[in-house]
């Protein structure tokens, strides 16, 4: 099955600088891979996601890169800001008709004013 | 709006008890799953129900069974509560039938699930 590796655990950055999350899957077949944030106490919640077919995605403050050839993307965070501090999580999902999310096991982002 | 919820939000039980945690959603999704959240271990499934008569294991299903009891209800038994199965327990809908995104999952507020 699919495996999907996330890292930092933990990531401190100060106000307005940049932060930048890195996931790697083991899946050459995923071709869907989401970004989830979790503030302190909440459900997790889709920010932005990437297909196979693109190689970069950008919304606003946030984006997603994708390198299919060595299977990894990236969550880029600038100008970050203290509602940004929050759990993110990456997922991945291989194509076909059974498509659950194998997420990656987290990062804690810190925005420090 | 439509919404998932959840209920219990918070339980407290002792080891071998039975417990059963509900899921019910207004969104009219088919896909429904259960996850639980572990620190520093992510989100990992437990089942997950593509529709009322189809029930799939996920990665983590040992001493956990369901029941999709209807379009809008999957609901998470533990037949025989032990403590390493404390966690925060979240259900999520999906249908990707209908939405921009390949296959968003909308999660429910969480049970916090504690086995003495």
């Known amino acids: 099955g699919e495996n999907v590796e996330q890292h930092p655990s933990t990531l401190s950055v100060q106000e307005g600088d940049s932060a930048v999350i890195k996931c790697t899957y083991s899946?050459?077949?995923?071709?869907?891979f989401p970004w989830y944030k979790q503030e302190l106490g909440k459900r997790p919640q889709l920010i932005i996601d990437?297909?196979?077919?693109?190689g970069e995605k950008k919304d606003q403050r946030i984006a997603v890169t994708l390198n299919k050839t060595a299977k990894h993307f990236s969550l880029h965070i600038t100008e970050t800001q203290p509602e940004d501090s929050a759990v993110y999580f990456c997922a991945a999902t291989p194509s076909g008709s059974a498509r659950q999310l194998t997420f990656g096991s987290g990062t804690q982002l810190t925005v420090l004013p | 709006d439509a919404d998932v919820t959840q209920t219990p939000r918070n339980r407290i039980t002792k080891t071998g008890k039975r417990i059963m945690l509900e899921c019910s959603q207004t969104k009219g999704h088919d896909r429904m799953y259960w996850y639980r959240q572990d620190p520093g271990l992510g989100l990992r499934l437990i089942y997950y129900?593509?529709?009322?008569?189809?029930?799939n294991k996920g990665e983590i299903s040992d001493g956990y069974s369901v029941s999709r009891q209807a379009q809008a209800k999957f609901s998470l038994s533990l037949e025989s509560a032990i403590p390493n199965q404390t966690a925060l327990y979240f259900c999520?809908?999906?249908?990707?039938?209908?939405?921009?995104?390949?296959?968003?999952?909308?999660f429910g507020p969480g049970t916090r699930l504690t086995v003495l």
């Open positions: 990437i297909r196979s077919n693109v």
């Open positions: 129900s593509f529709d009322v008569k189809d029930i």
């Open positions: 999520a809908t999906s249908d990707p039938g209908t939405r921009s995104s390949y296959n968003e999952q909308f």
């Open positions: 899946d050459s077949a995923s071709n869907y």
